[in-house]
């Protein structure tokens, strides 16, 4: 046999563990008697040793941390559903909230009669309140089964409840305008207000805990 | 082990973002590992396995179940390995090779605080030695050898991550060997 390229395939065979007993012998014959071969075979053997040798390295240590951070943003049903669960209190809180907004459909039930609130420089007129020209009302203005006329400056948020708003041309309110007239809408702003009061609660608790 | 990575796979697949930092924490070292033998070097080695992770997230919905997760996450790995060996940027790198100094890195004209005890010196010499004539070689038998030897997979592995057949994984392993043999055979 000569040293040809089928000693080097059979070489190849046997580092792939793919070479059968029978090669295995024809090969070990033909090294048993060629330097040359011998010599090429252990100097495959040994770079396959030196790769092999090349110690494990390591990732860094906040490798995890930067890929999370660097992940987009997942969906938020999962955010949620998994918040939930890590915060069984907040949770049986919300359940609370929830089952509090059935009783507010009765509420409703008795909130037929015109209100609003006190402000002594608000004038009323039968069902229509009027935040007079020239006027600056402080605080928030809340008005229930009425029509409200902004005709001067309201220093706070506006929310009507099934009723109407005009805004004059002179009118300014410096908060936020809301005009309510759905049982929904209404049930939806009576749940937003308690929420916001709660987290309120929450951030006090928060704080003072810090 | 599997089971445990299917299991957070589908908790990713649902969105949960938790489940994936576990992923992470098993595979990052071969991950980083793979890149930094196939770039040689440690920053662009973070970054192309930082990008293989969010690849990976982003697209975990293309990931069949019934395929080894560790093949497909590897194969993204080497892919982007390979295309940031093709359009290497003229980056300057501490531990860059100083161009004209054989085995001398920036770190070595960065005043070194610490003094290694000289067989440790003489082991990362080899090791510097053994990675500078990995990186020597054609990318294609790069990708082929360090699979095969240093993360020691499988033929069918490799062809798989490889996306090659069987028959030319081996062929590139074949000629890999004779060509580290030709480079080695004075170390």
Redesign the interface.
Same mark, same amino acid.
């Given at each position: 046999m000569s040293c040809s390229t089928e000693v080097i395939q059979l070489m190849h065979k046997y580092l792939d563990e793919e070479i059968t007993s029978e090669e295995e012998s024809k090969l070990r014959e033909h090294l048993n008697q060629c330097e040359e071969c011998t010599q090429h075979f252990h100097e495959l053997k040994k770079s396959i040793a030196f790769v092999q040798s090349t110690s494990h390295i390591s990732a860094p240590s906040d490798f995890t941390m930067k890929v999370m951070q660097n992940l987009p943003k997942e969906k938020k049903v999962v955010r949620i559903t998994r918040w939930l669960g890590s915060h069984p209190m907040i949770t049986a809180a919300s359940l609370f909230i929830l089952l509090m907004t059935g009783s507010l459909f009765s509420v409703w039930e008795g909130n037929q009669e015109f209100s609003v609130s006190k402000q002594p420089n608000l004038v009323i007129e039968n069902n229509t309140v009027i935040v007079p020209e020239g006027e600056v009302v402080k605080g928030d203005v809340l008005v229930r089964n009425g029509t409200l006329h902004i005709e001067g400056k309201v220093d706070g948020d506006v929310t009507v409840i099934n009723g109407e708003r005009y805004l004059a041309a002179a009118g300014e309110v410096s908060g936020e305008i809301k005009v309510i007239d759905e049982m929904f809408e209404w049930l939806w702003f009576q749940i937003k207000t308690t929420t916001k009061d709660a987290l309120h609660l929450f951030d006090n608790d928060k704080n003072e805990a810090e | 082990m599997e089971t445990l990575i299917k299991n957070r796979i589908s908790q990713v697949k *649902?969105?949960? @973002?938790?489940a994936?930092?576990e992923i992470? $924490?098993i595979y *990052?070292?071969k991950? =980083?590992?793979l890149c =930094? #033998?196939m770039l040689g070097n440690r920053h662009e080695a $973070?970054d192309i396995?930082?990008e293989a992770?969010?690849r990976a =997230?982003?697209n975990i919905h293309s990931y069949d179940m019934n395929r080894k997760f560790a093949t497909w996450l590897y194969r993204i790995a080497t892919n982007l390995s390979i295309d940031r060996i093709r359009k290497k940027k003229p980056d300057f790198y501490l531990d860059a090779e100083v161009a004209g100094a054989e085995g001398l890195t920036l770190y070595s004209q960065v005043a070194a605080d610490v003094e290694l005890p000289e067989d440790q010196v003489e082991s990362l010499e080899?090791?510097a030695t %053994? @990675?500078k004539e %990995?990186l020597k070689l054609p990318e294609k038998y790069r990708s082929a050898?360090v699979l095969k =030897? %240093?993360e020691e997979l499988s033929?069918k592995e490799i062809s798989e991550i490889l996306e090659l057949p069987i028959g030319t994984v081996?062929t590139r %392993?074949?000629r890999g #060997? $004779?060509a580290? #043999?030709h480079?080695? #055979?004075h170390?």
């Open positions: - | *649902k969105g949960d @973002q938790n994936f930092a992470v $924490e *990052k070292d991950v =980083y590992q =930094y #033998r $973070e396995a930082q992770f969010i =997230y982003v080899l090791q %053994i @990675q %990995i050898i =030897y %240093i033929l081996k %392993i074949h #060997r $004779e580290l #043999r480079q080695l #055979r170390v």
